[in-house]
């Protein structure tokens, strides 16, 4: 055997048990991140199977007509009423404030740090931003309800001291970042080479930007909007705390509401005796505030995976 060959057979013999332990090592992380997996999945049966095991008593006792289709919630009063219909109203009311004032403001944020700011701007603009997101919600609760209410009163004759309308707009600035950040991402990859193109055919960067853009990140936009109306439909501290308590049927922004998610905060707070009816109301509530933001997140995933560009 010549020396070039032991050398070789040599260096083989040596790498060999390298290999093996690399691929043990694969096959564990492997198997770690499909435990990791499987526990998420697990975790999401387990919080269905509550609401739904919690849930089938109260539906026992109440109709599921009158729990859809009553225009009163008082599970509370003397005179009890089941009308989700008065909480989900609520919800949409609070939500279609917050987005109003999220989607456009986070959009045109998520432009401007992707299309007009300089990079060097925008690597300390955008930690600045998303600075918001980790304030917490009870904060922002407090601020809707000795800063905001309190500056809208002013000039706003007739406001309540807990209304929808402050507690919307500070719910919208908490979940501005959100918008803006995954909509910037979407927008940052889009290539260069379409707005490039554009260029050479002699479109305006406003042009560029509404033509090409744009369309090309829609569906990450898109997704971004919808995830940021989820993080809306499921707040709690902020209405808790600026909206009220008061279940009212209205779409008037200027008087206390009840979302679903400060009426099981009430509830869970003791104003219902473990195991009543009432107490049970929780469930339900929960159980319908579950299966509006499910709907929300298929729709977004459906969206994404029909309308995602693809660039080589």
Do not use: H
């Not at 390298?18 to 499987?38: D, E, H, M, P, T």
């Not at 526990?39 to 729990?67: H, N, Q, W, Y």
């Not at 007739?158 to 719910?171: R, Y």
């Not at 808790?240 to 679903?260: D, E, F, K, R």
């Amino acid at each position: 055997m010549s020396i070039s060959s032991f050398k070789q057979f040599d260096r083989s013999e040596r790498w060999q048990p390298n290999r093996s332990l690399n691929k043990w090592i694969q096959r564990s992380i492997v198997a770690i991140f499909g435990l990791f997996a499987l526990i998420s999945i697990l975790t999401t049966f387990g919080i269905v199977m509550t609401l739904l095991v919690d849930a089938i008593p109260f539906f026992e006792e109440v109709p599921l007509a009158d729990f859809l289709t009553d225009t009163e919630w008082t599970p509370l009063f003397t005179r009890k009423e089941y009308g989700i219909f008065v909480l989900i109203s609520a919800t949409f009311l609070t939500s279609v404030i917050a987005i109003a004032v999220a989607l456009p403001l986070g959009l045109l944020s998520a432009i401007c740090l992707s299309e007009y700011a300089p990079r060097s701007l925008r690597r300390w603009l955008k930690p600045a931003l998303e600075i918001l997101a980790g304030v917490p919600t009870v904060v922002y609760g407090y601020f809707a309800l000795l800063f905001v209410t309190p500056v809208l009163r002013s000039f706003i004759p007739g406001m309540q001291p807990f209304n929808s309308l402050s507690a919307g707009i500070v719910m919208g600035i908490a979940i501005l970042p959100m918008v803006a950040s995954l909509s910037e991402d979407a927008i940052y990859a889009v290539p260069s080479s379409l707005r490039q193109g554009a260029y050479a055919l002699g479109s305006t960067k406003r042009e560029v930007i509404l033509g090409v853009v744009i369309p090309s990140a829609l569906s990450g936009i898109v997704a971004s909007f919808i995830l940021s109306i989820s993080r809306a439909v499921g707040e709690t501290m902020i209405v808790t705390i600026a909206a009220g308590q008061s279940p009212n049927l209205t779409l008037n922004p200027l008087v206390p509401v009840a979302t679903m998610t400060a009426y099981i905060v009430q509830v869970s707070l003791g104003d219902a005796p473990a195991g009543s009816l009432a107490f049970k109301t929780i469930y339900a509530v929960g159980l319908t505030l579950f299966l509006i933001t499910l709907v929300l997140n298929v729709f977004s995933f459906w969206f994404v995976r029909r309308f995602q560009q693809k660039y080589e």
